[in-house]
């Protein structure tokens, strides 16, 4: 494995979409990750949740959009992602 590489491999970062449940602080979103889960006896899949705090620099999103996060350095205590872009905007009432 030549350096150039290592390198790339180090610097691709993860990205995940979800949905976001808290807008109410400053320059954060909390979103929420779903995985499925196969259960090892009965084979049923099984909905799990993760909360994830992203950096949104711009106050932009709202409570029910769909938004992609990519993984960063770590930004305070628990925020350690930040927005890409906002898939789907949650429809006004």
Not at 35 to 48: E, N, S, T
Request: overall charge positive; glycine content about 4%; hydrophobic content about 30%.
């Amino acid at each position: 494995m030549t350096e150039q590489t290592k390198v790339e491999q180090a610097t691709s970062q993860r990205t995940v979409t979800g949905k976001v449940i808290s807008n109410k602080m400053n320059k954060t979103i909390v979103v929420q990750i779903e995985h499925r889960v196969k259960h090892p006896l009965y084979g049923k899949y099984l909905r799990r949740f993760s909360k994830m705090y992203a950096h949104d620099e711009e106050n932009t999103c709202r409570i029910g959009d769909i938004v992609v996060i990519k993984q960063s350095r770590p930004l305070s205590k628990t925020k350690r992602w930040k927005l890409v872009e906002i898939v789907k905007r949650e429809e006004q009432q």
